[in-house]
């Protein structure tokens, strides 16, 4: 079955930097254009960035510049690389294979000095 496993979140400061790592099984890949979305407490589920499986690029307005999604597609993996975080950034972290039901677990990331 489909698994998708992200980690990498955790308490940073203001201006700091984290990088999100989802490990996927289950699918081929490569075939799929993966998605990054984010929940804050009292919030929809909002998209943050999505990368085709060719590797072409989306972000959300909020992220632009400061967040970076790519994929190892030998590794089954897609990434978000979080620069310059802000207080706002703060939420439950999701992965998705694009257009399907499938999710992570997610990991939570918390903006905080």
């Known amino acids: 079955q489909v698994q998708l496993v992200e980690s990498g979140g955790g308490l940073v400061q203001p201006g700091g930097s984290l990088r999100l790592s989802c490990a996927a099984s289950g699918i081929s890949f490569s075939n799929y254009g993966m998605g990054w979305f984010r929940q804050a407490p009292g919030k929809q589920r909002e998209l943050v960035a999505r990368?085709?499986?060719?590797?072409?690029?989306i972000y959300a307005d909020s992220v632009k510049g400061r967040f970076t999604i790519s994929r190892d597609n030998a590794k089954n993996t897609v990434y978000l690389q979080m620069n310059s975080l802000k207080p706002e950034d703060t939420a439950v972290y999701y992965c998705?294979?694009?257009?399907?039901?499938?999710w992570g677990q997610g990991t939570q990331v918390t903006v905080s000095s």
């Open positions: 990368i085709t499986g060719g590797g072409s690029t």
């Open positions: 998705n294979v694009w257009t399907t039901a499938f």
